[in-house]
């Protein structure tokens, strides 16, 4: 029987053990999406969340497919967390938990935690997933090595943990955009038919997810482009391709042609120019914001010098990652950069280019350095991947420690120490550990003045109608109300969590800072919570001995 060479052997050992490092890295990348996942809850940090989930409701109370609302346009996860709804309740069900689907409904409404949790879990799915899809692009692009420190760089990286574990958008539009981004190196490098069709269906399955995803069009068109350019008669595919795409978006959103009026509606709500703590100075600004922010704050300078360096490296190395791959991110980052506003999100599909430049950089380092001192500096990558990641865990640890610890539930940790039984309490989020310990709360919504939040989930309270009160503000609050609405907020306490925002920018809110000012009248600076870096998070909140019930 004949011994297998020493590179038989080695190559043996490399197959097995790259599949580990993979479980590894996906289980470490699992364990920090999954860890503080029910952060804030019963309480509802993210003005957003509540929104989505109401609108997955409505969409099964109305047994209808319309979801009513196409902003992001955000079908894809609307039709997702109403199908994670109702396979809660069918478990409840099942189990008895629950008698009916009303008293399931019911139960919701007085703990949201109960669909939450499962809705977030989902998108930490998503998260993973793209993990799991930053490994395969590495792969393609460079090898195994390349794949294994693009996924680890991901997978600790802690605005992308961040915002797998909010229910938006984000998370799953990357998933399309990074299995778009496969589909173009695979043109790229064989162009065939079947292809093109998938990159087709992952456009329009990103476009119906959010938007801004469509311009990963850009790498299946390239690659498209570049293989005709050097006599390939493809010309009919990559029309094909743009047939596939329309038609997967108004297949998997038929509403966007059937409800053709909200949908105009809806993208110019979103089209805002301005908003409290959140708007843009311009082009270069934003770049400088999101290169100072999100990329430095959870790459770190080094990360980011590495990321940059291979970005601009690897189309020199490798023509399928600049007709393939790099246009679709660039663009997509032109594009944030270009808008009025600036949100930490918006970063998110793109992180994983940034990871992947960064492996590129490791590994172009490795292989110089091998080819200078042999096998000798075979520790060199893993010893500079170590400290790349070590600062980056650190970094998540600190963020997760603050998502848990927000000013939010300080403050109602000092309405609960200090507010008598069944006090009156003025809050602007869905403070909805509250609820339990019998405080009233008031909540102000738009057009409706300030309501009682029992009441309104007591009554199931529905998207539309939540929509119709708001008036398309861009926030919910008391800045946002009619003057002659404001009686309605007389309470004997406020915890006030957007004030802040405006007298931070007096010149540019002065309305909404009026508003407050009438409804804080005479009252008492009670507590200023202000979030303190490596503590805590959240808004800086007023909470405010008001004095004035309105019963």
């Known amino acids: 029987m004949t011994e297998p060479s020493p590179k038989a052997r080695n190559d043996r050992v490399k197959s097995v053990i790259a599949p580990l490092l993979l479980l590894l890295i996906l289980t470490a990348a699992t364990a920090l999406r999954i860890y503080g996942l029910n952060f804030g809850l019963p309480a509802l940090n993210d003005p957003d969340e509540p929104l989505f989930m109401m609108m997955a409701f409505d969409m099964l109370r109305n047994q209808t497919l319309n979801p009513g609302w196409f902003g992001h346009p955000g079908t894809i996860t609307l039709y997702c967390l109403a199908l994670t709804c109702v396979l809660v309740g069918a478990f409840g069900l099942l189990t008895g938990r629950y008698a009916d689907v009303d008293s399931f409904v019911s139960a ?19 998260g993973i997933l793209c993990v799991l899809l930053a490994y395969h692009l590495g792969k393609r692009l460079g090898g195994k090595q390349l794949g294994l420190i693009s996924a680890a760089v991901l997978a600790v990286n802690s605005v992308h943990i961040e915002y797998s574990q ?11 955009m990074l299995l778009c981004t496969l589909s173009g190196l695979a043109i790229a490098r064989e162009g065939k038919t079947r292809q093109y069709v998938l990159a087709g269906i992952f456009v329009g399955l990103a476009t119906a997810t959010k938007w801004p995803a469509a311009v990963i069009a850009v790498n299946p068109i390239c690659a498209g482009l570049w293989r005709l350019a050097h006599g390939m008669r493809e010309k009919s595919r990559l029309v094909l391709f743009g047939m596939t795409a329309a038609a997967t978006l108004f297949a998997a959103s ?7 009026r909200t949908v105009l509606r809806d993208i110019a709500g979103e089209a805002r120019p301005i908003h409290p703590g959140a708007t843009s100075e311009g082009f270069f600004a934003s770049l400088a914001w999101y290169a100072a922010n999100p990329l430095i704050g959870s790459f770190g300078l080094a990360g980011l010098a590495l990321a940059i360096i291979g970005l601009c490296w690897i189309p020199f190395r490798d023509r399928r990652w600049a007709v393939a791959a790099l246009p679709g991110a660039l663009v997509f980052f032109i594009v944030i950069c270009s808008q009025n506003l600036l949100w930490e999100r918006w970063i998110g599909p793109i992180l994983p280019f940034f990871a992947l430049g960064i492996a590129f950089t490791l590994c172009a380092l490795g292989d110089y350095l091998r080819n200078r001192f042999g096998k000798r500096a075979w520790f060199a990558v893993p010893v500079a991947l170590a400290l790349l990641l070590a600062p980056m865990l650190n970094t998540n640890r600190i963020s997760t420690l603050e998502r848990t610890h927000d000013t939010r539930q300080i403050a109602s940790a000092w309405i609960r120490g200090h507010a008598p039984a069944g006090s009156t309490v003025l809050v602007e989020d869905a403070a909805i550990d509250l609820l339990h310990d019998g405080t009233r709360l008031l909540f ?3 057009a409706e003045g300030c309501i009682d939040a ?6 199931r309270i529905k998207y539309s109608q939540v929509e119709t009160a708001r008036s398309s503000s861009p926030i919910v609050d008391l800045g946002h109300m009619d003057m002659s609405l404001l009686p309605s907020c007389r309470a004997d306490y406020a915890v006030l969590t957007h004030y802040e925002r405006y007298r931070a920018d007096p010149a540019q809110f002065a309305e909404e800072l009026r508003r407050y000012r009438e409804v804080m009248g005479n009252a008492r600076i009670e507590a200023v919570i202000r979030p303190e870096p490596g503590k805590s998070s959240g808004p800086v909140v007023y909470v405010l001995t008001m004095g004035q019930t309105s019963q």
């Open 108 to 126: 919701v409404y007085a703990d949201p935690g109960l669909v939450w949790l499962p809705a977030r879990l989902f998108i930490a799915i998503c």
């Open 166 to 176: 909010i229910i938006r958008t984000d998370m799953q539009a990357s998933v399309f």
């Open 254 to 260: 038929p509403f966007l042609l059937i409800d053709y």
């Open 444 to 446: 102000p919504l738009g």
């Open 454 to 459: 029992k009441r309104i989930l007591t009554g």
